[in-house]
């Protein structure tokens, strides 16, 4: 009897951890750990933060869910090249996300700067906005670190508001983040520079880092977040059907840059004061003002206003709202990036200092997910003095990664981190030959040449 009812109770608790709500079950819970590290300009040797990286614990009560966090990610941030004094600094922070997100049936609520999210490794989401504007009584930019305070207020009332992700490349890191006094965050999609297709800034090349995710053009791409209106935010690509159907593919931004060389109107006609003529100096895409919208009927790969579609997910089979990390073709950020400029939910979701409501603590008892050779590579190959492993996707748990000689010993072995995607191997040492490379969830090998 005691044996059928523990049968029965093991049962129960599985059929109760099926049935979570996915805003409960895929944060990147840090268990074994981990800690955030960081670069300064000039040493190129990551530094340990002594912090604990991603969510520290996750509780949910009957509405939301409470993500308490460090906002510290796995992968090393910085060095941030603009001047921004700022290191990356535990935020001992908790968000409340809503657990039964509604659409918005009424005016919709206009993002804002800061905190307007949350990715899974606990690291803050913000908008295109860096609080920089065209003030146009003194034909310069206001607002933010360096410039004079904008008349009237924060920078989000003047006609032409600065797009961080153009303006502030320069100070981003190689994971496309940077701090706020201290509070790191991301703009747009959360992959490393240097895994773009095209790659559009140096950074990685002296302070090598990585992302939350690496974009893979032939699956779905990962959960990677929620906004504050509850909705999950999903990568770069998606069904190309709503419905589930269609295959895989880049899911598609429907803003573009508008024709125009004078900043004197709005995309809707709305006559404002005029911001800079486009020019080097102020090219097309610095202001959030110089994307249009445009609707695509009938090509369902394409996003709404709020960057986002109504959709079936692997996390949502039945369908669900979802916001996008949207890029271009060469995987370079696509505006609005990631929520906005409007949320298309209800916003009660928040950064709190406290819970206030009977919740239960999530444990995540889930072991890793199986591997195949489409899901990992070895590369350069062959190669004389490094090799990386590269982990397709999202890495949800820490997996081993080994490197076995010729004869079957155990040369180095290593692990990828949970919410990272490379590990790195010095081989420079090692005699030339062939040799094995094996990782955790997978039970075949590939084979690493060493010149």
Request: aromatic content about 12%; glycine content about 10%.
């Amino acid at each position: 009897m005691k044996k059928t009812f523990l049968t029965l109770a093991l049962f129960w608790i599985a059929l109760v951890r099926a049935q979570l709500n996915p805003a409960i079950t895929n944060w990147l819970i840090n268990t074994t750990g981990l800690s955030g590290s960081h670069y300064v300009q000039g040493n190129s040797t990551p530094i340990n933060d002594n912090v604990s990286a991603n969510v520290q614990t996750v509780q949910y009560g009957t509405n939301f869910v409470y993500v308490s966090t460090t906002g510290v990610p796995a992968y090393v941030t910085g060095p941030f090249l603009d001047g921004n004094p700022s290191l990356t600094a535990n935020q001992n922070a908790i968000f409340k996300i809503p657990l039964n997100p509604s659409a918005n049936n009424g005016t919709l609520t206009n993002t804002t700067g800061g905190n307007i999210g949350i990715f899974i490794n606990g690291v803050a989401l913000f908008d295109y906005r860096d609080g920089v504007a065209w003030n146009t009584q003194t034909n310069a930019l206001c607002g933010g670190p360096g410039f004079p305070p904008c008349p009237g207020g924060p920078a989000a009332n003047m006609s032409w508001n600065r797009d961080a992700v153009l303006a502030e490349k320069p100070g981003f890191d190689c994971s496309k983040g940077h701090p706020a006094n201290g509070n790191y965050h991301h703009h747009q999609n959360p992959s490393a520079f240097k895994l773009d297709l095209q790659v559009i800034s140096t950074i990685c090349d002296l302070y090598d880092a990585d992302g939350l995710y690496a974009i893979d053009a032939n699956q779905h791409s990962p959960l990677i977040g929620f906004a504050y209106d509850g909705f999950p935010i999903y990568g770069a690509y998606g069904f190309k059907n709503a419905d589930g159907t269609g295959g895989i593919t880049r899911i598609l931004s429907g803003y573009q840059l508008r024709n125009i060389n004078a900043r004197t109107h709005w995309a809707d006609g709305t006559d404002v004061p005029d911001g800079p003529t486009v020019s080097t100096s102020y090219p097309l895409g610095y202001f959030r003002e110089d994307y249009e919208f445009i609707m695509h009927p009938g090509q369902e790969q394409y996003l709404d206003a709020s960057n986002g579609r109504f959709c079936v997910t692997p996390e949502y089979p039945n369908g669900t709202y979802c916001y996008f990390a949207t890029v271009d073709e060469n995987w370079n950020s696509a505006y609005p990036y990631v929520v906005g400029p409007k949320f298309h939910g209800v916003v009660s979701g928040a950064k709190v200092t406290s819970i206030t409501e009977a919740v239960t603590t999530y444990t995540n008892s889930a072991g890793l997910t199986a591997l195949s050779a489409n899901d990992w590579q070895v590369w350069p190959n062959p190669t004389g003095n490094i090799a990386m492993v590269q982990v397709n996707g999202l890495t949800p748990k820490s997996r081993k990664v080994m490197l076995y000689d010729a004869q079957g010993r155990l040369v180095i072995q290593k692990e990828v981190a949970q919410g990272s995607t490379i590990v790195y191997f010095e081989i420079d040492t090692l005699y030339q030959g062939i040799y094995l490379v094996k990782v955790e969830g997978d039970s075949k090998a590939k084979t690493l040449i060493i010149q």
